[in-house]
């Protein structure tokens, strides 16, 4: 083992270490499959585009019909929030 074979394990652990992350961050709740939801669920499979299906969730999910936990990572008021970036739809 020489200086640069530890190098190329470093550099493995560490592409191992992010996908690890990552999946960890895929538990974030998903898109309940409801009567509620089931029509942007029917967007998504008509070919809508994710970010005009997002448009439509703040409808309701507007921090004040509906209350986001207080620890959110989206801030209703700001940025456009990309809903179905986090929240996935269930298969
Ligand atoms: C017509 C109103 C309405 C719209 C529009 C709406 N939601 Fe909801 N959503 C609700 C209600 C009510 C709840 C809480 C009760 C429930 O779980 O159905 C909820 C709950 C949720 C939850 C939490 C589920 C859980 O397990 O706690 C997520 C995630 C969610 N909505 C995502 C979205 C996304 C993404 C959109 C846009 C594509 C959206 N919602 C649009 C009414 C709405
Ligand atoms: C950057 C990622 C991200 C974005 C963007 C995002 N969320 Fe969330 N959301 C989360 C995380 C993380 C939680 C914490 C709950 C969990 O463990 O999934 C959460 C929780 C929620 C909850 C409460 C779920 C529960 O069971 O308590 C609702 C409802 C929700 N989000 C709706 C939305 C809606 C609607 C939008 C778009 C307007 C949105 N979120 C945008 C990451 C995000």
Redesign the pocket.
């Known amino acids: 083992m020489n200086k640069r074979d530890w190098i190329f394990i470093g550099i493995i652990l560490a592409v191992f270490g992010t996908f690890f992350l990552i999946s960890g961050k895929e ?3 998903k898109m309940p499959k409801d009567t509620t939801h089931q029509q942007f669920y029917d967007l998504r499979k008509s070919g809508v585009d994710k970010i005009k299906v ?1 448009a439509l ?2 409808a309701c ?1 507007d921090g004040i019909k ?1 209350a ?2 207080p ?4 801030k ?1 008021g700001g940025a456009p ?3 179905l ?3 996935k739809l269930e298969s």
């Open positions: 538990k974030t709740v997002d969730c703040p999910h509906i986001f936990p620890n959110h990572p989206a209703p929030m990309r809903c970036f986090c929240h």
